[in-house]
């Protein structure tokens, strides 16, 4: 079992940063893949990024791509996802997410760790 929870959510500018967090506690962080997904009201959730255990590869959505990074620490059980040039349709709850199976890592059925959700919003 693992527990997610998120910080750094907020209001912002189109065109400005920000960088949420994602502390992970339980059992061994280092044993899964974590990502991060949005769901925006009235659409579907949507894959944003993952990342391997070892940190070592990263895949992005296609929206998000060239603008977003993720990376981990795991000598602090968390997980960033820096947001550059954000625009007024990246506004979303964004949930931080963790996964020990085989799934695809783009996939949200894939992940068997959800935390609450942290809510970005993009003004105009």
């Known amino acids: 079992q693992v527990q997610l929870v998120e910080s750094g959510g907020g209001l912002v500018q189109a065109g400005g940063s920000l960088r949420l967090s994602c502390l992970a506690s339980?059992?061994?962080?280092?044993?899964?893949?974590m990502g991060w997904f949005r769901q925006a009201p009235g659409k579907e959730r949507e894959f944003v990024a993952t990342i391997t255990t070892s940190g070592g590869t990263t895949l992005y959505g296609h929206s998000v791509k060239g603008r977003f990074t993720i990376s981990r620490d795991s000598a602090k059980n968390t997980v960033y996802l820096q947001m550059n040039s954000l625009k007024p349709e990246d506004t979303a709850v964004y949930y931080c997410?963790?996964?020990?199976?085989?799934?695809?890592?783009?996939?949200?059925?894939?992940?068997?760790?959800w935390g609450q959700g942290t809510q970005v919003t993009v003004s105009s």
């Open positions: 339980g059992r061994t962080f280092s044993s899964y893949a």
């Open positions: 997410t963790a996964k020990d199976t085989w799934g695809s890592p783009v996939a949200a059925g894939a992940y068997n760790y």
